[in-house]
């Protein structure tokens, strides 16, 4: 167990991780269940996982790297059962009006690509939900764009 821990340790001392992606770590490495549960409260009690903390990581670097919206980044921290508290709290943490600059950024690189083609404005909603932004900033930075 002492390997499989000081593994754990290596790979959470490199790269946040949560309880999940430890979890499925530790069933590659096929760790007993007794040893998985040992592994995990080790981890947690000595600050190598925290979830508030991969929560927030996360989202950061989901919103400020692949230019996710808060829908889809909420729907990725729920299939890595990471609890509803934590995920409102780290999109809490996001700054609106960044957050709009960013999908109007999003938007407009998008537009580019779309210049020739008909049901712009379709194709761009599709596209903003696919990231996982809100029909209503949608449209309110449609507004602000202008694309009719």
Not at 45 to 72: M, P, S, V
Not at 101 to 126: A, D, G, H, Q
């Amino acid at each position: 167990m002492n390997e499989i821990l000081i593994k754990a340790q290596n790979i959470c001392s490199k790269k946040e991780m949560c309880i999940f992606d430890i979890s499925k770590k530790l069933q590659n490495w096929q760790a007993t269940e007794i040893e998985k549960e040992d592994i995990i409260q080790s981890l947690i009690d000595d600050k190598f996982i925290d979830e508030q903390r991969y929560a927030n990581a996360f989202t950061n670097d989901k919103f400020k790297f692949n230019k996710w919206g808060k829908i889809k980044i909420s729907f990725q921290l729920k299939q890595r059962q990471i609890s509803s508290k934590y995920i409102q709290e780290s999109l809490c943490q996001l700054n609106y009006n960044e957050y709009i600059i960013t999908l109007k950024k999003v938007l407009k690189n998008k537009l580019i690509e779309l210049e020739n083609k008909e049901n712009k404005k379709e194709k761009l909603v599709r596209f903003a939900q696919s990231k996982g932004y809100s029909l209503d900033d949608i449209f309110k930075v449609f507004k602000t764009l202008e694309i009719q």
